[in-house]
């Protein structure tokens, strides 16, 4: 059976690091994937160029290694469940969940009847590789995992009713939405911010569910996971690229460091 997200962080015995993929290049997706031993990928359509062609072919380039890839879709929309996961993405974040009740619409949207709508297209998808997965449609649980993302404040208070409901297989917490939901837009490591995602992960893990952050400082990624957190984005494609551009630039380039970073 091909594995999810869930699947590995069940068998896991440390918290899993991955990696934000928001270039839509398959190539640099590749080179992601084979970076010497992340856990995961997650390829973004919520905030990238990226779309149901482009996610194709980014879970083909990283299928040939060991890292689950997940896709997060830009909003809670069934249809967009639907395609994504009849692409072959088997894990998917669903951002800005705010409630048990739109955590429950999601599940719903990524199972099939009974348990819920996803249409069937099994002999035209390659999530079920136009029906030579055997039994896929009435074992289809297994193979989709389902994350959403709590990043509101209202979301952080209901995060241990959104845990809760059946279906979901664990909960991202977004520090910058939700530092913007606080009235701290761009400020994710302050402590206001960081005590409500340490509320929502303690409430998370209190009723035995995976929680995940994001967390591109090294030292904030360690406090999260020693508070719990069991997968962290630990780094971006394209942020990785901008540093070290930049750097490149103040070693080799003389002049003006405020005129270099204009645009």
Not at 65 to 87: F, G
Not at 90 to 116: F, M
Request: charged share 15%; aromatic share 4%.
């Amino acid at each position: 059976m091909m594995s999810t997200l869930r699947d590995s962080l069940v068998s896991a015995a440390r918290p899993l690091a991955g990696m934000w993929v928001c270039s839509g290049s398959p190539m640099v997706a590749e080179i992601c994937a084979g970076g010497g031993g992340l856990d995961w990928l997650l390829i973004d359509m919520e905030h990238a160029a990226n779309g149901l062609e482009s996610v194709l072919v980014q879970l083909r380039a990283v299928a040939a290694y060991p890292v689950d890839a997940v896709v997060r879709v830009p909003s809670d929309d069934p249809v967009v469940i639907k395609q994504v996961l009849d692409l072959g993405a088997r894990t998917i974040l669903v951002p800005l969940v705010s409630s048990a009740a739109q955590a429950r619409e999601v599940v719903a949207a990524a199972h099939y009847p009974p348990r819920g709508w996803r249409g069937v297209g099994s002999a035209l998808s390659r999530s079920v590789r136009w029906n030579r997965v055997d039994d896929y449609l009435t074992e289809a649980a297994a193979h989709v995992s389902v994350l959403v993302q709590v990043e509101t404040v209202e979301a952080v208070a209901a995060a241990s009713e959104i845990a809760a409901v059946d279906g979901v297989d664990g909960v991202f917490v977004g520090p910058s939405d939700l530092a913007a939901s606080m009235g701290l837009i761009g400020q994710q490591t302050h402590p206001d911010v960081m005590a409500a995602v340490h509320s929502a992960l303690t409430d998370v893990t209190a009723g035995g569910v995976p929680a995940g952050v994001n967390a591109f400082d090294p030292a904030v990624a360690d406090a999260y996971m020693q508070a719990g957190a069991s997968f962290v984005l630990v780094g971006a494609d394209v942020a990785l690229l901008a540093r070290a551009s930049e750097s490149l630039a103040t070693r080799f380039i003389p002049g003006d460091d405020a005129a270099r970073s204009s645009y």
